[in-house]
């Protein structure tokens, strides 16, 4: 059976002289309801105080009895006539004070958390009476926990950590934490707020760790502590805000001199340089240099390369040789320190063995010249024998001559000195240098002058100058050893540079003859051969001699005979009824095919003096016609002879041997087949042939035709219904394009009215204005290669300007040689004025 314990006695109170007993008992979560015929009544079960009372209405009727429904937490209250369903509205709406004034804020805290939409405010005071409990206790970071979800000013919560003790610092990290993850980046004041969190942060951790360092017996704690600042880094809005305020953060850590902090930091951060600049100060240059070939980037190697060299050369050098991504001249400033000891010169020497044998660094002078330096302060025996491999022909040297040399003297490696100043082809310094080490080394130097030219396989130096060494050698022999034996020999060695009768004033006067027997003997033997050889060239330029005269006697007899079906192979016409030139060879031209094919291959004073022979010779021939009928039979002579002046000379020039197969022909075998200027006319004729639809059945005026007429002559072959071609008013330019018209079938009876030859002169308005009269009308106006004379410039631009202003539909086509770059300037300038005024 149960056994009831009473606590408290809540003693009735008197109505009208009496007790006042309750009809019922009913309890809900926090109080006891009692009921009383006109009223109920509550009390609280933890202060045993009446909380509120509600009193019955009359129209209700006397209360009989109370009883409670546990699953809804309804009561019910009856009357003799009704059920009223009542429950309490807001019962702990003060319970949590009652818990908060008796000590228990847990309890009241979370009747306050569970009312908080209700009364905010009341959530908030239970949670600083609590963390006031729990700082009074200091139990700070429970206080700290509690704290963070307080709406008081950050200021004055922060206020109530603020100590140098190790407690409270952990209840302010803590409550930092927690205002960190609260925090979100959607505003800028916010972001700063985390921003300002996060140094805060950082600093307090930062000094606890360095504080735990320095106390004995605290190596897990501080280990512990590494450990959690390194999840702090890794945080999301840490990094955000740590990226943000980057240099601040490294200052800041540099302020408590923890590099494995900073060097953890940057590796997050992916910030390798300070992370090799940290590897460097605490001297882990293998680390480094680690870290480096991870990442392959070749700029952080040229950047550190010079600070981790002194150190750790091989292993330096070792990684990257067979690494052609590395340039070895960035790597420059490196290689350069390594002269300073020889561990890492001899290092450097491997790369740069190595990085000569690329295809990019074997170019590089500098790589060159470094290791001639290495060389010849570090490893002097390999000197000469890379100056050796290198060539002696000072054009093509890898290296920079002039820097060898200073490097050999200032290292004082005068073997490799004495070799440089033979590459120099300054021979006469180098013997004299070497017979002062060894006459074998001076030999060696002379040897160097028998090299043979690569094209005509003759001795590259004259005689007379190898002859000048040797007798230095041959001097120092006699003068220094007085050995007539060696000198002898020397005759031999020199390879006929030297010979006995040179060597024979050097002796002195008192010397046995028995040496010079054989020498002598072998000198007579030589000059009796080339005398041999002499009189053998002779008798052979005798018999050529007697086979020209042969061939010439034969040739003056010889006879072309010319058939009535040969044709000129120029034109490719009969030779009949015109003047011709027959070759040996059986090519035939007509004389004025002959007079066109000569003026491309004479040069300008040739084809100046063929012009003024034609024109001299044409003179004659009217004066001869005019003195046949009405002059005297002297003057018809004198003319006659004249002309057979001018004949012989014109075939002098044109006869002399065929254009075709002569020398000529072979001499400007490497002549292009265009002149610049016949160029620019083939390349507007590909234009006017690539776009014939354009030009046919159109009107086409051509400024400048020449001598040719090729551009307008095209576009008359491809259908243009009318061209006119202009050029200066000369006869034989006249005729020779009369000609070229003809030639190319389109001088006929049908086409003849569209070519017309105006006088055109760019300085006179006139002229202009006459040709513009002529024309009926005009669709395009064609310019080749007419801007070769600056003066011209503007009235050509003012005419093709005139001839716009009377036919504004009509185009301008126009080409030009860039002859000169101030020119192509001017003409633009021109055709700019030209556009801008049409």
Known sequence: MDILVE??????????????????????????????????????IYTKEVMYEDSLTLDVGVAVGLSCDPTSEFHYLFTPTTTIKYRPNDENRYVWRVFLESGEYAKALVIARARQQLDPAAYQYVLRRQADKYIADKSYTAAAEILSESTESFETIVLKFLSTDGERRGGLKLLLENKLVKCNSSSPEERMKRDAIVLWLLEE?????????????????????????????????????????QKAVYRLISSHADLEVQLFLANALKDYDVALNIYLIREQYKDALDLINSLGNPKLLYAFGPKIVPYIPAQLFGSIIGNEQISPLKLFPTLVLCQEKEDMAIQALKYLEWAITTQIGEHWR????????????????????????????????????????????????EKSLIYLYCVSELFSEAVDRALKESLDLAKECAHLMDEEDELSFEPKYPKEMRRNIWMKIAKHIITKENNAVKCIDLLKESKDALSIQDVLPLFPEFTKIEHFKEPLCECLKDHSVKIQDLQDKMKEAMQIAEEIRVKTDKLQERVIVIKSGDMCASCSKGLSGRPFYAHACRHFFHRECLEDIAMSFLNESERKKLEKLIDEEQKILQRLELNERVGSKADVEQLEMDYEKRAMAIDNLLGAECPLCGNRAIDEIDKPFFSDENYELEAETQ??????????????????????????????????????????????????????????????????????????????????????????GLDYILASDVFYDPSVFVPLAQTSQRILSRF???????SYQNRDTCLSVCVELVFVFLITNH
């Not at 109170?13 to 009223?39: D, K, N, Q, T, W």
């Not at 504004?808 to 126009?814: D, E, G, I, K, N």
Request: hydrophobic content about 40%.
């Open 7 to 44: 606590e408290q006695r809540i003693p009735p109170r008197r109505v009208e002289g009496r007790l006042e007993c309750p009809l019922a008992i009913s309890l809900s979560e926090f109080h006891v309801l009692l009921l009383f015929p006109s009223r109920i009544q509550a009390l609280s």
């Open 205 to 245: 951790q930062l000094t606890e760790l360095s504080e735990l360092r320095k106390e004995l017996g605290k190596q897990q704690e501080a280990a512990e502590q590494m450990a959690h600042l390194k999840r702090f880094f890794i945080k999301k809005p840490v990094l955000e805000a740590i990226q943000t305020h």
């Open 366 to 413: 500098e790589l060159h010249n470094m290791i001639i330096l290495l060389y010849a302060r570090f490893r002097p025996k390999k000197l000469h024998q890379y100056l050796l491999d290198g060539g002696s022909n000072k054009h093509n040297l890898p290296y920079d001559l002039d820097f060898a040399i200073r490097t050999c003297v200032q290292y004082k490696q």
């Open 687 to 776: 234009f006017i042939i690539s776009n014939r639809r354009l030009f046919e059945g159109s009107t086409i005026l051509e400024l400048g035709s020449g001598a040719t007429g090729v551009v307008g002559i095209t576009a008359a072959k491809i259908g243009a219904k009318r061209v006119y071609l202009t050029d200066i008013r000369d006869k034989r330019l006249t005729q020779i394009l009369r000609r070229n018209i003809e030639q190319n079938g389109v001088g006929d009876i049908a086409q003849i009215r569209n070519f017309k030859f105006p006088a055109t002169d760019w300085t006179e308005l006139s002229t202009t204005d006459r040709l513009l009269a002529e024309l009926p």
């Open 808 to 814: 504004p539909t009509a185009r301008l086509y126009f």
